[in-house]
Antibody
Framework: QVQLVQSGAEVKKPGASVKVSCKASGYTFTGYFMHWVRQAPGQGLEWMGWINPNSGVTNYAQKFQGRVTMTRDTSISTAYMELSRLRSDDTAVYYC???????????????WGLGTLVTVSS | EIVLTQSPGTLSLSPGERATLSCRASQSVSSNYLAWYQQKPGQAPRLLIYGASNRATGIPDRFSGSGSGTDFTLTISRLEPEDFAVYYCQQYGSSPRTFGQGTKVEIK
């Protein structure tokens, strides 16, 4: 069965960086894009970007350009999202979600991780 | 960037009633790449509908999606107790991917 297992909760100080991992199992890791979405407390969903695990190509939301880096390690079927220069308004639950994306069909976000709470506080 | 506006913000209904949720896009959604998600408190979102009208795997047939271009609708034909949640639409036809602000379906 498909699973996306994320790393545990983090508490960071303003200005620091955080790196969240998302380990995939139950499917071919390189066959699906991996997206990152965040949700601030009591707020809606905000898309951050994606990585193609096969090629390593990334696409980031403009809002996060220069602060976010998405990488992957295909040997362990794991995707990573690193966010730098953290601010208090980066406090949120960060989700990874896979997407089937080929020339014929796109099925978005059919499996999600459980989320990683990142708290930014001095 | 495509802005998605969902209405109403909150829908108060009783079990067994029909729910109609709207999602309007600021410009046409490419290839009708419009999805709907359900989210319950403390849980990750769950994909319900993709491509405007295709039910995701395992989704009951009381959920249906319709629409094209800029106007889309999610209909829940008869609300079950487990359907009370927040629903988000998302467009994935262009970058950046964007979500609507959500519609909360609450028990009346």
């Amino acid at each position: 069965q498909v699973q996306l297992v994320q790393s545990g909760a983090e508490v960071k100080k303003p200005g620091a960086s955080v790196k969240v991992s998302c380990k995939a199992s139950g499917y071919t890791f390189t066959g699906y894009f991996m997206h990152w979405v965040r949700q601030a407390p009591g707020q809606g969903l905000e898309w951050m970007g994606w990585i193609n695990p096969n090629s390593g190509v990334t696409n980031y939301a403009q809002k996060f350009q220069g602060r976010v880096t998405m990488t992957r390690d295909t040997s362990i079927s794991t995707a990573y999202m690193e966010l730098s220069r953290l601010r208090s308004d980066d406090t949120a639950v960060y989700y990874c979600a896979r997407e089937a994306n080929n020339l014929i069909l796109v099925v978005p976000f059919d499996y999600w991780g459980l989320g990683t709470l990142v708290t930014v506080s001095s | 960037e495509i802005v998605l506006t969902q209405s109403p913000g909150t829908l108060s209904l009783s079990p067994g009633e029909r729910a109609t949720l709207s999602c309007r896009a600021s410009q046409s959604v490419s290839s009708n790449y419009l999805a709907w998600y359900q989210q319950k408190p403390g849980q990750a979102p769950r994909l319900l509908i993709y491509g405007a009208s295709n039910r995701a795997t395992g989704i009951p047939d009381r959920f249906s999606g319709s629409g094209s271009g800029t106007d889309f609708t999610l209909t829940i034909s008869r609300l079950e107790p487990e359907d009370f949640a927040v629903y988000y639409c998302q467009q994935y036809g262009s970058s950046p991917r964007t979500f609507g602000q959500g519609t909360k379906v609450e028990i009346k």
